[in-house]
């Protein structure tokens, strides 16, 4: 696979994490609890998310070793999560997982491609 593809998979990470914060900018916990729409949108996202850590850990299995500070296996974790038991997730840590975690994880991204832009 080549860096063309990893920086793919990055991006595709940090639009699902920004649209995804964005579902839920300005809804509190107990708004998203009652509005399937956002719940599935924001479900949607962390799949995208997931999907493509998935695919980094497969083709660049280097590249997660290189950078722990990104919880690759969590995030992979959730995707299957949400894919696999949708019924059995827990809305509340998923309103806190975008609320807390997403962040960070687009400000690491932001970190990655552009070091990975100016050639690594």
Known sequence: MTTDRLREYLDRMHEAAEKACAFLADMPEDRFLADERTQMAVGMALVLIGEAAGRIMTHHPNFPVEHPDIPWSKIRGMRNLVTHDYYEV????VWHTVKTSLPSLISDLDSLRNWH???E
């Not at 827990?90 to 840590?93: A, G, K, R, T």
């Open 90 to 93: 827990e809305l509340p840590v």
């Open 117 to 119: 832009a100016q050639g």
